[in-house]
């Protein structure tokens, strides 16, 4: 049926897929099939299977592609086999068909809903719902509602299910269905019942009275699947929850049927009251003592998934009531050594909150030989667990801090290792005499520590809380050698440190100005800038320059102004007479996006998150051109680029250059640094030459009248281009200016100056510039709104490559977009790879792309990209960027 690969012998336990290599062209090919006037029902078969394969994992078909599928599975209903029929089903829903060709099928679906073959019934059912639209409903309402009450339980939960999904888009129709699904309700068949019960509940749910008086009813004892029991209580919670805001006197409605249900035969539907119980609002001891009982009978099963439901519940109710759960605590250490690791986790995090202070030792040589089995996301879950139960006992902080530097010792990624860094920074925090021994782990650990990250907020926190220690003397030596055997972000992190105990503990002082003169010498700018900064704020002879408060402080303080808004304002700041005032910037921060928020408070750690990347300054251009009267007509900034250098490093003149893109104009904005002490830059002008940008007309430039030694300034030109079109072209660059020579002695400069040019690097206006990278959260969603009225598919060949990976990023970098879902990584050695992209095209236009790539031996690859977007011009316009 489909491709096997042959195994060798030592690769025994890889899995390989039958649809191993598969491809949309040679499958529609195989589609011809169905059109034989002898049916080879197998091989149809195996052709839609391929078909649905394709269609599962994300490959889509062109109109023209899937009409013709569509007519050609039409032909199968002549044949009589029953698993032919079942996949015409199958396809013939997945391929959704127009309204003008749903009537091709409709009278066959209609005859088979009316077959003696319940099979047939029952799937013809579901497809002609799934393809109708609400007249054709109409026309079979009558047979739906024969089929909700049919004595086969098949058909009836096909008429059921396909209620389900018809409420959404016609629910008018089916609350008329009201009586034949009440009846339903009473039927004997298991699945029928909970079918029947969903859909009543659904047509209900909006009036809170006839929800009440549904489960009321029920909850005598007319339900009998423990499906649907299951269901009922799910409603049956609801009920109680919206009564109990109404009801003052601490009645509780329907508990007893929620308690009945815990001696329940299934244990589906005990589980299901069990934890019901447990999530009551407001629920008491007595309440929950059945519920945990039931649970605790379950941790002994031999079921795995009845172990992990039940540790998993009792894990969640330990969060409020630790002493209800105390009872199971010896079932849940025999579960520490269980196969399944999730369960294992669940036990120890359990009894890490309920266990006692005196089995909080043998608690943890259980744990140590579990630990090194698990992954990292177990691993932080308990690591949390053991903080907490820290706090709660304090005297036992030796044995706990022990444990977490031991296991800080061992492997485990940066989130395992930050884990555990957090909890010995938050229990030397809160816990005194914990101070020194966790200060001294945290030393031991930064000697080994292979991330950039964890060593600078340990030295920082170590510069906070090591003088303040009994003997800081001890933490020198592990501090120097940072400065010594470390990256330079270390280096210069651990200077600081040493600055600190330098301010704070007298005796200190000498052999820190000894350590800090050493550092002098470095061959790192930070390191060196930083050592100087503070010989010359401590004194290098012993001395403090400054008073101690005023060292302390600047050591110390912290910056009460975001980091953001310094940034914003130093970018926009021209130079003038006037020094950069730092009390201009505005304190106030900026409110985060929803998303954003939930992201970043979800979980509160002790140093910190990583740094994120670098805030969007588009805010801060946009009020900085919209400033420049040249430019402020040009209407709403679209999107600026990241800087592009102009210039090679360690050159006289520093220039990069950012391009701002409006829906008629670019603007260059031309960010110069003059790195020559003795000279000063005057009336600096970039010269523009667009004769290999045809499309671009120069219409404003605004010079920089000074440019002093090591100050930066900007300089801007600004082309006119044609209206909403992504012109494109490359632009040669000349830097001109009038050089004076400065004065070292005095600073001053000569009043006569020198005309001189500099040439730059030539800069380009390419496709990308036109499109934002903006991500979605689901991109089948996404795709699936934007609809197939402005898709384009082609292929493409893009020649030979050293890698699929680099043809990937290739094209991504030239359209400029968003990669989703990860899709950007490529596997190593694949051969296939598909990559989705996001983004929004100049004119605020949602744009989609899907690429399928493709590699053959001599490394040629091949790409289809399929686009959708809200308009149909650019949908093309992406095409004409990958043609060109």
């Known amino acids: 049926m489909a491709q096997y690969v042959k195994k060798d012998d030592d690769r025994d336990e890889e899995e390989y897929s039958p649809f191993l290599g598969i491809e949309k062209g040679a499958v529609l090919q195989e589609a011809r099939v169905f059109n034989d006037p002898q049916l080879d029902s197998r091989r149809c078969s195996q052709v839609i299977t391929k078909l649905l394969y394709l269609l599962n994992q994300g490959e889509t078909f062109t109109k023209v592609e899937a009409t013709e599928v569509f007519f050609s599975v039409t ?3 002549q044949s009589k086999d029953i698993g032919l029929r079942r996949m015409v089903y199958l396809i013939i829903k997945e391929l959704s068909p127009s309204s003008d ?69 016609n629910p008018e129709i089916v609350k008329r269905w009201s009586n034949e699904v009440q009846e339903a309700v009473q039927s004997r068949a298991a699945l029928v019942q909970f079918h029947a019960l969903a859909l009543l509940h659904q047509i209900r749910q ?14 005598r004892g007319t339900v009998r699947s423990p499906l649907a029991q299951c269901l009922l209580i799910r409603y049956t919670s609801q009920v109680i929850r919206e009564s109990s805001m109404n009801n003052q006197s601490g009645d509780r409605p329907f508990y007893d049927y929620l308690e009945g249900c815990l001696r329940h035969k299934a244990e589906m539907v005990i589980f299901e009251a069990a934890r019901a119980i447990t999530e009551l609002n407001g629920v008491t001891s007595r309440e929950l003592t059945p519920a945990i009982t039931v649970l605790q009978l379950f941790l002994s099963s031999s079921k795995p998934v009845l172990r992990f439901a039940a540790v998993r519940t009792l894990n969640k109710v330990a969060m409020t009531h630790p002493m209800a759960v105390t009872s199971c605590n010896i079932d ?34 259980q744990i140590t030989n ?66 020194e021994s966790g200060l001294l782990h945290l030393c031991e650990f930064i000697e080994d520590c292979e991330f950039t990250y964890l060593s600078t907020q340990i030295l920082h926190f170590l510069g906070v809380e090591g003088p303040k220690t009994s003997d800081p003397s001890k933490y020198i030596r592990y501090i120097y050698n940072r400065v010594i055997l470390e990256n330079a972000t270390v280096r210069a992190s651990a200077v600081s440190t040493l600055a600190k105990f330098g301010a704070v503990v007298d005796s200190l002082k000498p052999r820190v100005f000894v350590l800090l003169r050493r550092c002098l010498y470095d061959n790192d700018d930070e390191v060196r800038d930083r050592a100087t900064l503070y010989l010359n704020t401590l004194g290098g002879d012993g001395s403090v320059v400054e008073t101690d408060k005023d060292v302390k402080d600047f050591l110390f303080g912290s910056l009460d102004i975001p980091l953001a808004n310094l940034e914003a304002s130093l970018k926009s700041y021209e130079p003038t007479e006037e020094p950069f005032d730092i009390s ?17 408070g979800k979980k509160p750690t002790a140093l910190g998150a990583p740094p994120a990347g670098p805030t969007s300054t588009v805010d801060a251009y946009e009020k900085l051109l919209s400033s420049i009267s040249e430019f402020s007509s040009f209407g709403k900034l679209f999107k600026s680029s990241t800087p592009v250098e102009l210039t090679e490093a360690e050159t006289e003149y520093a220039v990069n250059v950012v391009k701002h893109i409006f829906d008629k104009h670019v603007v260059f904005q031309y960010n110069c640094t003059n790195t020559i002490p003795e000279q000063l830059l005057e009336n600096v002008v970039v010269v523009v030459d667009a004769s290999e940008a045809e499309e671009f007309a120069e219409v404003a430039t605004k010079p920089l009248k000074s440019l002093p030694y090591d100050t930066p300034g900007q300089t801007f030109v600004a082309f006119e281009k044609p209206e909403g079109v992504p012109a494109v072209g490359r632009f040669s660059n000349v830097l001109k200016f009038l050089v004076k020579e400065v004065d070292p002695s005095t600073g001053e400069a000569e009043e006569d100056g020198v005309e001189d040019e500099y040439q730059l690097e030539d800069s380009e206006i390419v496709a990308a510039d036109y499109m934002l990278k903006v991500g979605v959260s689901n991109f089948r969603n996404a795709w699936e709104s934007l609809g197939p009225d402005f898709e384009r598919i082609d292929e493409y060949g893009l020649g030979p490559r050293e890698s699929l990976s680099e043809a990937v990023n290739a094209v991504i970098n030239l359209l400029g977009m968003q990669p989703c879902e990860g899709t950007e990584v490529v596997a190593a050695n694949s051969r296939s790879h598909s990559c989705l992209l996001s983004g929004v095209y100049m004119g605020n236009v949602k744009v989609l792309v899907r690429l399928s790539f493709g590699v053959d031996s001599s490394k040629e690859v091949a790409m289809k990209l399929a686009v959708r977007s809200e308009d149909e011009s650019v949908s093309d316009a992406i095409h004409e960027i990958v043609a060109n």
């Open 75 to 77: 032909k199968l209903f």
């Open 101 to 169: 060709e749903v009537i091709i099928v409709t009278s066959s679906l209609m005859k088979d809903m009316n077959s003696k073959t319940d099979v047939y019934r029952a799937n013809a059912i579901r497809v002609l719902c799934r393809i109708t639209d609400g007249t054709l409903l109409t026309q079979i309402e009558r047979y739906l509602k024969q089929a909700i009450v049919d004595k086969n339980p098949v058909v009836a939960s096909a008429a059921l299910v396909s209620g389900i999904h018809l409420l959404q888009t």
């Open 206 to 219: 909006n009036d809170r009275l006839a929800v009440s008086k549904l489960v009321t009813s029920l909850t």
């Open 332 to 365: 849940m250490e025999s579960l520490i050594s269980d196969q399944n690791r999730s369960i294992a986790t669940l036990a120890i995090t359990t009894l890490l909150k309920t266990g006692n202070e005196s089995g909080v030792d043998r608690l943890m040589k």
């Open 370 to 435: 579990f630990m090194s089995d698990i992954a990292d996301e177990f691993k932080i879950v308990v690591v949390d667990a053991i903080r907490s139960l820290c706090l709660k006992f304090p005297l036992k902080y030796r044995s706990l801090m022990n444990f977490l530097s031991n296991i800080l010792r061992e492997e485990g990624g940066f989130e395992y290792k930050k884990a555990i860094v957090d909890s010995i920074v938050i229990l030397i925090r809160d816990i005194p005499d914990a101070k």
């Open 584 to 600: 201009s910037v505005p304190k106030e921060v900026k409110s985060q996006p929803l998303a954003e928020k939930k992201t970043a």
